[in-house]
């Protein structure tokens, strides 16, 4: 019997992620499996890139992880980078809000939409007051009678009101997904809100008890939980490069795109179209790619699955590095970054203060911003040149910040159609994907489009797939009529 081949197509986190379990699986099981990695680009890692210049340290994609999911925090433990994880910064770990060219403090004790301080939330002047007692009623109101999904928009109206949306949920949420939470799912997009309201009734309700009883970890930030993000000393490419180095240089090729995936019932084997480098033929192959990437590929040759896997929507965006010198800027910087409602009518969305978030990001002296653009309501702004991108940002940036004086550094970080959108009746999708490709032994999906769009939702998944591939790797050799199905060439 000759050694099953696996494909693993894309070397993002995910791709890296199903790499090295597989292998980790096959060594467990002293069973070898070839694995061969496949990345289109230049280079592995995906959407996660570190730059060091001039004494900075730019994250043009993520720049952390967070750890109350514990799968990432695990992979990096395992792969030896436990002395290189950092957490944010102690100090300042709340965020601001954009209010008519001002950035509001969002209050102590504030998740997302949901204030969990009472007292700190009436002192706040980013709700008017109609609007906060509108949003501290919601404990107070009949949770909804069905389980039937809705979108976040709706979600957040019928419990907290249409400021609370307008004002607060609407950037939050936009600064996860980019996207517009009148079409995004709540069960899929923000699982969470879900089940606490399902569970306790209530939003408020279900997390103060939880905090109570430490099954939610809350620290007394605002916003986002800051106390549970982690990254590395030297940024977000250890991760990828420490996967990358996990496994042989040999088995990972970059500079080899994918034009289409294929069955051959001769052999028996799965073939992938490298254009100009050729057919090659694999026991199984993952997809690791978009969704929309993953569609091109099965076009022909299983174009049902094709068409529901085109149906998984994504927005663009880019990201933005600035570095300034300290007494460029007036705004005292005490937050970790701020959002932008779609109100402003703003080319950014969402600005981090890196070098308040995480140590070491940039010289002494000096300031390192990233600002974001597009989503799903900048899509024009993503269009224009980075010049005029740039212009933008940089004049922006100067009105909420009080800045004088041009950045002494930028970077300018395309990606498109990169975000992927949770859309109403997302979940049915995914499981009528997944119920149609296990009907094709050997043949997989895996990464953000499906389960979850964070760096641990990756590497989970990731691991699912890769006991999956090892377990139907035996099936490669004696496949039934299932792939019969797949149209003749």
């Not at 980078?81 to 910064?89: M, P």
């Not at 939980?225 to 040999?250: T, W």
């Not at 797939?465 to 299932?482: C, D, G, H, T, W």
Request: one cysteine or more.
């Amino acid at each position: 019997m000759t050694t099953p081949r696996v494909a693993i197509l894309g070397g993002g986190i995910s791709g890296l992620a199903v790499a090295y379990f597989l292998r980790k699986i096959s060594k467990e099981n002293n069973r070898l499996i070839e694995v061969r990695l496949f990345e289109g680009s230049p280079r592995a890692g995906g959407a996660i890139k570190t730059e060091i210049a001039e004494g900075f340290l730019l994250e043009k994609g993520p720049d952390a992880f967070i750890t109350d999911k514990p799968w990432a925090l695990a992979l990096a433990k395992e792969l030896g980078l436990e002395n290189e994880l950092i957490s944010t910064q102690a100090v300042n770990r709340r965020s601001f809000i954009a209010r008519n060219g001002k950035l509001l403090p969002v209050p102590e004790g504030f998740y997302l939409v949901a204030p969990l301080s009472v007292r700190a939330f009436l002192n706040s002047s980013i709700i008017s007051w109609p609007g906060k007692l509108r949003m501290i009623a919601e404990p107070f109101l009949p949770k909804k009678s069905d389980d039937r999904d809705e979108s976040i928009a709706s979600f957040v109206r019928r419990r907290f009101g249409s400021e609370a949306l307008e004002r607060v949920a609407q950037a939050m949420i936009g600064g996860i997904y980019t996207g517009d939470p009148e079409v995004l799912s709540l069960r899929a997009s923000m699982p969470r809100f879900f089940e606490l309201e399902q569970k306790y009734g209530s939003l408020i309700r279900g997390l103060q008890i939880e905090v109570k009883s430490k099954k939610n970890p809350f620290a007394q930030a605002s916003g986002p939980r800051y106390s549970l993000f982690a990254s590395f000393r030297q940024g977000m490419s250890v991760f990828s490069d420490a996967l990358v180095k996990s496994v042989p240089g040999n088995l990972i090729r970059t500079g080899f795109l994918a034009h289409g995936i294929d069955y051959e019932p001769r052999t028996r084997k799965w073939q992938v179209d490298f254009g100009e480098k050729g057919l090659k033929e694999f026991d199984a192959v993952c997809i690791t790619l978009s969704a929309g990437r993953a569609a091109l590929l099965l076009q022909k040759s299983l174009p049902d699955i094709s068409k529901k896997l085109a149906n998984i929507s994504y927005e663009s965006v880019a990201t933005v590095n600035l570095a300034y010198k300290r007494e460029q800027i007036s705004h005292s910087l005490d937050g970790f970054g701020f959002v932008v409602p779609k109100s402003e009518n703003k080319t950014v969305i969402a600005c981090s203060f890196s070098s308040q978030k995480f140590a070491g990001r940039a010289p002494e002296g000096h300031v390192l911003l990233r600002a974001f653009v597009g989503g799903a309501f900048g899509r024009e702004s993503f269009k224009r040149n980075d010049e005029e991108l740039l212009s933008a940002v940089t004049s922006e940036l100067k009105e909420y910040l009080g800045i004088h004086g041009n950045p002494v550094l930028t970077r300018l970080e395309r990606y498109p159609d990169a975000m992927v959108q949770y859309r109403l009746g997302h979940t049915e999708l995914v499981r009528d994907i997944r119920k149609d490709i296990s009907l094709f032994p050997g043949l997989s999906l895996t990464g953000s489009s499906y389960d979850g769009v964070g760096i641990p939702d990756c590497v989970r998944a990731a691991e699912i797939e890769a006991q999956k591939i090892f377990q139907v790797i035996p099936e490669s050799f004696n496949r039934e009529s299932n792939l019969g199905m797949i149209p003749d060439k």
